[in-house]
Each structure stands twice: as C-alpha cells, then as structure tokens.
C-alpha cells in the first residue's frame, strides 16, 4: 500500500523568499513522485516527476525537488516565493507496476501563502 | 494539443437525482482516472479505464459508476444521490497505465442539495 504525508497544512512566505513544502512517502514498489498545484477553482496542473533518472528534478516556474530514499522524503523548494505562487501543492505518489494500473494517492495537501 | 476536458463545469441537483459526467482525454491518451475531491476527505481515487476497461477502483459505493468508450472519452455516473456526493469531480488522462503521468481536466463541481 501507499501513502503520503505532507507536514505542513499551511506555509506562510513572504515575497521573495524561499518556499519548502515538506512530504514523506510509503510505497511497496519503487514508486514515480509527483508536485502538482492547484489554484482557486481550477484543476490540477503537474509541476515535476520523479522517476528514478536523477534525484534532483527541476520542475516549472522555478521549483525542484529532491528525492531522497533513505528518508523517504520528496520535498519541494523555490527559491523566491512570487505572488503567483500562491496556491494548494499536492505531494502525489502512484506505484509503477502495470499490473496496478494508474492509482494516485494524494497528501492531504498544503496551501501556501505570499506576503507582499 | 488540446487538454482535458470536462463537462458540464457545474452542476446542481436534488437527492435521490443521478448525474452523469463526461470527460474527453488528451488525443491520444488511452487511460482516464476519476477522482473525486472535498474539503473533509481531500482527493480521493475513484476509478481508472484503459482501453474500455476497468483497471482500477476506489473505495466507492457501487452508486458511482463509469465507463469508457471506443475514443477513449469516459463518462461517470453517480445514481440516488446523496448531500455527502458534494464536490469536485476531477477526471485524469494519460498515455498508458501503470505509473504514467496524469493530466488533469478543470473538474466539474457537483452541488448536491
């Protein structure tokens, strides 16, 4: 089974300044990672992926993360916060087993905050 | 190349109504997901179609339901609708099963009253 644990409800940055979105995984097979963001009203739109090509992965708009699997952790960072920013993140996890078909197991979410 | 798309973006209906929901995937993409998301129990996996079939499914009553068709577009119904069925309804494509990534629809709010 999977699931994801993201530490932090809320974060609360001002403008400008760095932004770290904490998440801590469990899965039974080497599992791909996903950030997705969702504005007010809107879907979900994908920020990175992790596939176990590289421990680093640079997303768009400026954010990466870093998996890390002896922590099971895949945090997000930016390193200046902008308005836009402003947003619901969500740490996802899906199992890579074709037999397990398409399955994405949601953290409970983190709405960030900007400051001016 | 054009998004997902869902339809209709808002609905309003009464218990004990059904509803049906259409999602059309990214050309191309031959698996659509469902999920469904509310503030009490966050986004939670409903069910996931791939070549017409289902592969996978979600902690749901048998009241919700989808299908998918030949093009790869899928629809979901929900029948004897319940308050608790509030929420947004959002629909995923991908090119494969197994671990591909998802693109997400704008979802579609259903308002149950």
């Known amino acids: 089974a999977q699931s994801v644990t993201q530490l932090d409800s809320h974060v609360s940055v001002s403008e400008g300044t760095p932004v770290l979105l904490r998440c801590n995984y469990s899965?039974?097979?080497?599992?791909?990672l996903f950030w997705y963001v969702q504005h007010p009203n809107k879907g979900l739109q994908l920020l990175l992926k992790y596939t176990s090509a590289a421990t680093l992965v640079k997303g768009i708009n400026g954010f990466e993360a870093e998996f890390k699997k002896s922590e099971t952790s895949f945090h997000l960072t930016k390193p200046s916060a902008h308005m836009s920013d402003a947003a619901e993140y969500f740490c996802v996890v899906s199992e890579v087993v074709k037999a397990a078909g398409n399955k994405l197991t949601f953290g409970g979410g983190t709405r960030v905050l900007v400051k001016p | 190349k054009a998004g997902v798309t869902q339809t209709p973006r808002y609905l309003i209906k009464t218990r004990g109504q059904q509803v049906t929901l259409s999602c059309s995937p990214i050309s191309g993409h031959r698996s659509v997901s469902w999920y469904q998301q509310t503030p009490g129990q966050g986004l939670q996996f409903l069910f996931e179609y791939f070549s017409e079939t289902q592969r996978n499914k979600g902690n749901f009553p048998g009241r919700f339901s989808g299908r998918q068709f030949s093009n790869s577009r899928s629809e979901m119904n929900v029948s004897t609708l319940e308050l608790g069925d509030s929420a947004l309804y959002l629909c995923a494509s991908s090119l494969a099963t197994g671990g591909d990534t998802q693109y997400f629809g704008p979802g579609t709010r259903l308002t149950v009253l």
């Open positions: 899965s039974s097979y080497s599992p791909s």
